[in-house]
Every structure is written in C-alpha cells, then in structure tokens.
C-alpha cells in the first residue's frame, strides 16, 4: 500500500502537490475482505446436524478486554432491543475451532477445519448467511489499524462495523499459532447485528474459541 501511495505522489506534478497525508485504507481494506471471505465460503453452511448448545448464563471467567464497556455495536438494530445472552457451551467440541460460551438458543450449524457456523436452534441448514455466526481461518496478513482495538487472550485484534443493513459485524485477532504450512493464523469472527453485543461481549466469546490442532485458514 505504502509503495501504490509512493507511486501515485510521484505521478502528481510538483506544483500540485500538497502535504496532507493520503487517507489510511486498512480498514476499508479489511472490510472488503471479511466480505469476500464470506461470499467465498457459502458452502460451509450446507449440511451438518446441529449440536444444541445447553447450559444456564452464570459468571464467564474470560481473559479477553477492550476499551468498549457499554455501547452497542453499529448497526440497525435498536439500542433498546435485549442482547442475545451468552452461556456455557456444553455440546460435542467442532473440529478446529472448540468453544467455551456460545449465544444462548443456539447451536452448532457446521464445522470443519477452516470455518465454524453457528445459527439459532432450528434454523435449516444451508441457505445463506443472514443472521449467523461466523468463526473462520485467516491466513491474510494482519490488519494494520481498524474501527477499535481490542486484546484477545493477550493477543491484538481489530474490531470492524459494517453499518450496511444485512450484513455483520467483525473481529479479528491473533492467535500465535501458525496454519499447517507455518503461515501465521489469525482467527475472523463475524456477528450478526441481531445478538445486539457491545464489543466487549463480542470479545468475551472470541476468548472462549481455541485453535485446535489441525485448524487451517484461508486467504481471501
């Protein structure tokens, strides 16, 4: 990116130029590819039985933290509507991606390797990805700056709010593991505006994923 703005500064005529900084696009940037991602990996939500996720809210002990301690994410849904509670998971761990806590009344929609989809108990499989869950590998190189910092287990991450109607609401993170071929694996979770969760919530259930031995990313 810093080589393209190199490029274009010395394309500009001298006595055009000006010395406002060109506007930093990493987080545009990292929008677009949350986005493609998900249009990319649409086969992960067919098929699969879901696993019902039972348990009763109590107190998590979760190490995640971040600066946002109130306020909703962006998006349209109402302030005023109740958030999604987050309780215990107690179903059979996925593959690759295990869980600690999950949105209560939901379950386990898929899993492999790569990607975890999560939807509310009952939801068909398959279909699209309105309203679900997402936890998936990246393999893409790490953002540089985002909408908010956030630390997850110690590690950096990158919260990102997409306002457009319909679609979700993402975070990014490091997990210091590496993907089978030694690339470094960052995990994407994206949310659905329909939980209602602040960023701290969101943090909460990103602090309860694990990478599992085996689990791969994806560049998109």
């Known amino acids: ?9 010395e394309a500009v005529p ?24 998900r249009r990319r990996r649409r086969s992960a939500l067919a098929g699969g039985t879901g696993v019902v996720a039972v348990g009763v809210a ?19 849904a109402s302030s005023a509507t109740r958030s999604v509670a987050l309780v215990a998971y107690e179903g059979a761990q996925p593959k690759g991606y295990t869980l600690r806590t999950i949105p209560q009344g939901w379950e386990v929609a898929s899993a492999d390797d790569m990607t975890l ?21 990246d393999l893409n190189p790490f953002p540089r700056s985002g909408d908010q910092a956030v630390e ?10 997409h306002k457009g109607v319909g679609y979700s609401v993402t975070l990014i993170f490091q997990t210091g593991r590496r993907a089978p071929g030694g690339s470094p694996l960052n995990v994407l979770v994206q949310l659905p505006h329909s939980l209602n969760w602040n960023v701290t919530t969101m943090v909460r259930f990103a602090s309860g994923i694990t990478v599992a031995d085996g689990a791969r990313g994806a560049v998109g």
Do not use: C, Y
Not at 1 to 9: G, I, P, T
Not at 58 to 76: F, I, M, R, V, W
Not at 117 to 137: F, I, M
């Open 152 to 161: 997850v287990n110690g590690h950096k991450g990158w919260f990102f709010g």
């Open 1 to 9: 990116m810093n080589d393209v703005r190199s490029l274009l500064s």
């Open 58 to 76: 109590g107190a998590l002990l979760l190490t995640g933290t971040s600066a946002d301690h109130s306020t909703p994410a962006a998006g349209p």
């Open 14 to 37: 001298q006595d055009l130029r000006t010395s406002h900084p060109w506007p930093d696009a990493e987080p545009d940037i990292a929008r677009g590819r949350a986005l493609l991602v």
């Open 117 to 137: 989809v999560l939807h509310r108990a009952g939801t068909p499989t398959g279909g699209t990805w309105d309203d679900k869950l997402v936890v998936s590998g």
